[in-house]
């Protein structure tokens, strides 16, 4: 399809920003708050990551989809996005795994996309003045109609959206990491599944890259609903908790905080990532606050105070925690590089740690992997 044949497409910001270009996803509308992410690489696993609900993503890489989709990188079970945005489709799909175009992937889940603008305006505008509501359409044109539907639309603050990506029922999961030379994961293949830690994850979002990792680890996981109640998961036989990311804002997820406090009060190891990390401060007696325009990446480099150590991350956030909130109980272990914000906490008495960023990568750097082993060795120490 040449540029002259393809239909049209449009963002507009909620304060009256507009972007034309062409389609490259369903025909289609969709409001959302509008963001950026600056990975290079890992598209599939941005679209398919849970926190991602609710937002229409910006990819600041210039060409986007020249390796296409396939099943193997899903992080969820569909694309979790609002909508597409990128400075060009490939046009050529070339890689051994590939399934399908990522233009096809799009249309399948009704995702509407928007190419040829120019996402370095777009992403020095919402850096300038933060992330916006806006509205993709390949339906309506007329400003003043797009501009109130951006205005309309409540916005991530308050809202509390895990329920659309939380699983409905309990259930194990089996599937570690892949070591591509020998198609499995060595560390899973050699712990006994009577020898591995059991552990209750609450998703709330959760990628799939987290629970291969934590299998990879040496857990043997239930998979749990974010509205299940502490004295369900008390009631398990379980050697340690996971709180997992998920999209929205922390402090609207009021029924997961309560259920948090308590499981901390029962004195199980409990680790958390990213959204979980949040509620688990708030559940400590923290305080969160929304971000100008949030952590989206592959390249934020993380300082680890304890060991001095810098972890170059992943990260996925428009929400943090805010440090002066944090109870004397509370330390913070991982500071942010690019802002000083925080990125890590533990208890000082209870047998609790979270970090803000993402330890299974997917898309980045492996370098915060230790996390998870860190998690298995807190529980073993526990072990009755």
């Not at 990188?73 to 990522?102: H, Y």
């Not at 804002?249 to 959204?275: S, Y």
Request: glycine residues 10%; proline residues 5%.
């Amino acid at each position: 399809m040449t540029m002259e044949q393809q239909e049209r497409a449009v963002l507009v910001l909620e304060d009256g920003s507009r972007f034309e270009g062409g389609s490259v996803g369903a025909a289609g509308e969709q409001v959302g708050e509008v963001c950026f992410n600056t990975s290079m690489t890992g598209y599939q696993e941005i679209m398919t990551d849970p926190s991602y609900a609710g937002q229409i993503v910006t990819m600041t890489y210039t060409q986007i989809g020249n390796v296409g989709i396939n099943s193997e990188d899903m992080e969820s079970g569909r694309p979790r996005i609002r909508g597409f945005v990128i400075k060009e489709s490939s046009r050529i799909t070339s890689n051994w795994r590939a399934q399908e175009s990522l233009g096809a992937f799009l249309r399948r889940y009704e995702i509407p996309a928007i190419e040829g603008i120019d996402t370095r305006a777009l992403v020095t505008h919402l850096r300038d003045h933060g992330a916006q509501r806006g509205v993709l359409s390949t339906l309506d044109f007329n400003q003043e109609s797009l501009v109130a539907k951006a205005q309309a639309w409540p916005g991530l603050a308050g809202m509390d959206l895990t329920g659309e990506v939380s699983c409905l029922q309990p259930h194990s999961w089996q599937e570690g990491l892949t070591d591509w030379k020998a198609d499995r994961w060595p560390v899973a293949e050699v712990i006994a599944e009577e020898s591995r830690l059991r552990v209750a994850v609450l998703d709330f979002g959760i990628k799939q890259n987290i629970l291969r990792s934590l299998v990879s680890a040496g857990c043997r996981l239930t998979v749990l609903p974010g509205t299940t109640s502490a004295a369900e998961i008390l009631a398990m036989p379980l050697d340690g908790i996971f709180l997992s990311n998920g999209p929205g804002d922390p402090q609207a997820v009021t029924h997961a905080i309560r259920t948090i406090a308590e499981l901390i009060a029962a004195n199980k190891p409990i680790f958390g990532i990213c959204l979980g990390h949040q509620m688990l401060c708030l559940a400590m007696g923290g305080e969160t606050e929304k971000m100008k325009f949030g952590h989206r990446g592959g390249n934020h480099p993380v300082l680890d105070l304890q060991s001095g150590r810098v972890e170059v991350t992943s990260q996925n956030h428009g929400f943090m925690v805010r440090r002066a909130s944090l109870p004397a109980a509370v330390q913070v272990t991982h500071e942010s590089l690019f802002d000083g914000t925080i990125e890590g906490i533990s208890h000082r008495h209870a047998p609790v740690f979270s970090v803000q960023y993402h330890p299974e990568a997917s898309p980045g750097p492996h370098d915060a992997h230790p996390l998870f082993k860190r998690f298995v060795q807190m529980m073993q120490a526990h072990a009755p």
